[in-house]
């Protein structure tokens, strides 16, 4: 399992980016019999969940701090799942991790490298 994480970036307060993640070395099978997800940890402070999805349903789940602001949402054929962050805050600013968790590998946790996001005021 491979969970190449991409689209960081610097943007000013209000800017949008968009992460993406690509999950490979694995049949689609697994990938939509998963959860993936997007988390994030700023300096000196724990990683946090931000948002997260059950691929076969598409339902998804967020952190209060990002709600209405950030969309998860996924493509099943290219086995990649996305963060559409817009209205971004300095509060914002963190390293973003995409997290798969996939039942063909008994729920436990895969991460991606992080990518960073820096938003300035």
């Known amino acids: 399992v491979q969970l190449q994480a991409s689209g960081g970036g610097s943007v000013q307060a209000g800017g949008s980016l968009r992460l993406s993640c690509a999950a490979s070395?694995?049949?689609?099978?697994?990938?939509?019999?998963?959860?993936m997800g997007w988390y994030r940890q700023a300096p000196g402070k724990e990683r946090e969940l931000v948002a997260s999805?059950?691929?076969?349903?598409?339902?998804?789940n967020y952190a209060d701090s990002v709600k209405g602001r950030f969309t998860i949402s996924r493509d099943n054929n290219k086995k990649t799942v996305y963060l559409q962050m817009n209205s971004l805050t300095p509060e914002d600013t963190a390293v973003y991790y995409c997290?798969?968790?996939?039942?063909?590998?008994?729920?436990?946790?895969?991460w991606g490298h992080g990518t960073l996001v820096t938003v300035s005021s």
């Open positions: 997290n798969g968790r996939f039942t063909a590998y008994s729920g436990i946790n895969f």
């Open positions: 070395r694995m049949i689609l099978s697994t990938f939509r019999d998963s959860t």
């Open positions: 999805m059950i691929i076969r349903s598409g339902i998804p």
